[in-house]
Nanobody, 122 residues
């Protein structure tokens, strides 16, 4: 079974910074993409930032210039550096891993973390 383990998050004042980490754990898999989504109360889950296996990032317009996604391929880990945080960034942040597995050929599978709360106070 392939799973992701999140860390980071917490409470920070507006203008502050936080870093989220997400590690993929398992065997026999190949990462297609890995990244972060968020869901605020009463809103749909939305993409924040992802990075492809080739290293190409996709960043939501709402966080461009403030958030940076990076990865350590050797550790199957991605990081989300969040700077200049705003109260509207408050949400539960979910790590997503999209992968292929030796057992299932070209089928792409999503694995989600349990979520980590990020709260930005004004």
């Amino acid at each position: 079974q392939v799973r992701v383990v999140e860390s980071g998050g917490g409470l920070v004042q507006a203008g502050g910074s936080l870093r989220l980490s997400c590690a993929a754990i398992g065997s026999g898999f190949s990462t297609n993409a890995m990244g972060w989504y968020r869901q605020a109360p009463g809103k749909q889950r939305e993409l924040v930032a992802t990075i492809s296996s080739g290293g190409t990032p996709t960043i939501a317009d709402s966080v461009k210039g403030r958030f940076t996604i990076s990865r350590d391929s050797a550790k199957n880990t991605v990081y989300l550096q969040m700077n200049s945080l705003k109260p509207e960034d408050t949400a539960v942040y979910y790590c997503n891993l999209r992968y292929s597995h030796d057992l299932y050929g070209s089928l792409r599978i999503d694995s989600w973390g349990q979520g980590t709360q990020v709260t930005v106070s004004s």
